[in-house]
């Protein structure tokens, strides 16, 4: 509905993925997976409440339905936001912090090890990015850069505080397809 959703369109297409925009909830009508995007997190969030997109989206995941957050994404599935009390949809048990690399960094790319990707490394994009904080015990830690945990996975659901659709690696991208596949 806002921010950066042509460029996951763009990657999962590459990947043979058909992709339909969400915007309402008759939209969700037959997906197997969800993405929310980078952008403006307080935005989405507005958006998400009309029409109980949110509420719906929330009965999904109490389904495991498998869900992608990028960026603001990441902000908007988290429960805990660090200093805000804007909506989220309060599904992963992680603390984030808004805008965390500090103004003077808002934009940067870094090469990081994903270790559940393999050995190259992956060129990530961040964004006026937060990062995650804190995780309970059921959240897996998928990729920290200069130790700020930065993509995390809890059952089917990951949230990565960069940006894997800027750039042509396809391999979050596949990862995630694969979450899919395995919950069919
Ligand atoms: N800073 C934005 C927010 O807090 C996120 C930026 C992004 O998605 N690239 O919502």
């Given at each position: 509905?806002?921010?950066?959703?042509?460029?996951?369109?763009?990657?999962?297409?590459?990947?043979?993925?058909?992709?339909?925009?969400?915007?309402?909830?008759?939209?969700?009508?037959?997906?197997?997976?969800?993405?929310?995007?980078?952008?403006?997190?307080?935005?989405?969030?507005k958006?998400?409440?009309?029409?109980?997109?949110?509420?719906?989206?929330?009965?999904?995941?109490?389904?495991?339905?498998?869900?992608?957050?990028?960026?603001?994404?990441?902000?908007?599935?988290?429960?805990?936001?660090?200093?805000?009390?804007?909506?989220?949809?309060?599904?992963?048990?992680?603390?984030?912090?808004?805008?965390?690399?500090?103004?003077?960094?808002?934009?940067f790319?870094?090469?990081?090890?994903?270790?559940?990707?393999?050995?190259d490394?992956?060129?990530?994009?961040?964004?006026?990015?937060?990062?995650?904080?804190?995780?309970?015990?059921?959240?897996?830690?998928?990729a920290?850069?200069?130790?700020?945990?930065v993509?995390?996975?809890?059952?089917?659901?990951?949230?990565?505080?960069?940006?894997?659709?800027?750039?042509?690696?396809?391999?979050?991208?596949?990862?995630?397809?694969?979450?899919?596949?395995?919950?069919?």
């Amino acid at each position: 509905m806002q921010g950066a959703f042509r460029e996951h369109r763009r990657a999962f297409e590459s990947l043979n993925c058909e992709v339909v925009e969400v915007r309402k909830p008759a939209d969700l009508q037959g997906i197997q997976g969800l993405v929310f995007p980078g952008g403006e997190s307080t935005t989405i969030g507005k958006l998400l409440q009309n029409e109980g997109l949110g509420d719906r989206i929330k009965e999904l995941a109490a389904q495991d339905m498998p869900m992608f957050g990028t960026c603001a994404g990441m902000i908007l599935l988290a429960k805990y936001i660090d200093d805000s009390d804007q909506y989220r949809l309060n599904l992963m048990d992680i603390t984030v912090k808004r805008n965390a690399f500090g103004r003077q960094i808002a934009s940067f790319e870094a090469n990081i090890t994903i270790p559940a990707l393999g050995n190259d490394p992956v060129r990530a994009v961040f964004i006026r990015a937060p990062y995650v904080q804190e995780v309970a015990p059921n959240v897996g830690i998928l990729a920290e850069y200069e130790g700020k945990i930065v993509f995390v996975r809890q059952g089917n659901m990951i949230a990565s505080a960069f940006h894997p659709e800027l750039t042509p690696d396809k391999r979050v991208h596949q990862y995630f397809l694969n979450i899919i596949s395995e919950y069919q």
